[in-house]
T-cell receptor
Framework: GQQLNQSPQSMFIQEGEDVSMNCTSS?????WLWYKQDPGEGPVLLIA?????ELTSNGRLTAQFGITRKDSFLNISASIPSDVGIYFC????????????FGQGTRLTINP | DAMVIQNPRYQVTQFGKPVTLSCSQT?????MYWYQQKSSQAPKLLFH???????NEADTPDNFQSRRPNTSFCFLDIRSPGLGDAAMYLC????????????FGQGTRLTVV
């Protein structure tokens, strides 16, 4: 099946540093979604991208839809302690019915 | 206000004893999903409803069933929980397939003893 390859799997950074993570696939997509999951909670949608080349910001978060439509990245600038969590890229896959599937996730840990 | 509500937040059940998890939504969305998430893993789709149409994932065990009696509610039934079914169960909704992201509930943490 279609697989989303997300990297890195984990990151350990100092507060105030910038963060970058990405997601790639061998398939072409029309959307890219980025979610964050806090411990013990459900994922929350951060950014949705709908057009190749699109660059979208949400506060300190910036995400881009790759021109090839096979990849996307998420950047976090000037990280703060509440950025800790797991970040997932996600895709809407069409296999008969349409469904939402996730990358493996990037676990972000911040040292104060 | 919470838009996707899962009850209970924490559920403890005995090995082999049927258990039902519930999800309700105030968004009037067409699609409702159930995911299983084990520790340090991504959410794994079990099945989803588009309105009343049920779509089961090929690798979802028969032990897992779902009901959607109306637009607002969806239930996950685990007929005979095993120790391996201990996980976080996430419900999500979306307005229509392919349109924007899905909204998730807070999840139900299931423990099997």
């Amino acid at each position: 099946g279609q697989q989303l390859n997300q990297s890195p799997q984990s990151m350990f950074i100092q507060e105030g540093e910038d963060v970058s993570m990405n997601c790639t696939s061998s398939s072409i997509f029309n959307t890219w979604l980025w979610y964050k999951q806090d411990p013990g909670e459900g994922p929350v949608l951060l950014i949705a991208l709908y057009k190749a080349g699109e660059l979208t910001s949400n506060g300190r978060l910036t995400a881009q839809f790759g021109i090839t439509r096979k990849d996307s990245f998420l950047n976090i600038s000037a990280s703060i302690p509440s950025d800790v969590g797991i970040y997932f890229c996600a895709q809407i896959i069409i296999q008969g019915a349409q469904k939402l599937v996730f990358g493996q996730g990037t676990r972000l840990t911040i040292n104060p | 206000d919470a838009m996707v509500i899962q009850n209970p937040r924490y559920q403890v059940t005995q090995f082999g004893k049927p258990v039902t998890l519930s999800c309700s939504q105030t968004l009037n969305h067409n699609v409702m999903y159930w995911y299983q998430q084990k520790s340090s893993q991504a959410p794994k789709l079990l099945f989803h409803y588009y309105d009343k149409d049920f779509n089961n994932e090929a690798d979802t065990p028969d032990n897992f069933q779902s009901r959607r009696p109306n637009t607002s509610f969806c239930f996950l039934d685990i007929r005979s929980p095993g120790l391996g079914d201990a996980a976080m169960y996430l419900c999500a909704t979306s307005r229509d397939l392919g349109q924007g992201g899905a909204f998730f509930g807070q999840g139900t943490r299931l423990t099997v003893v």
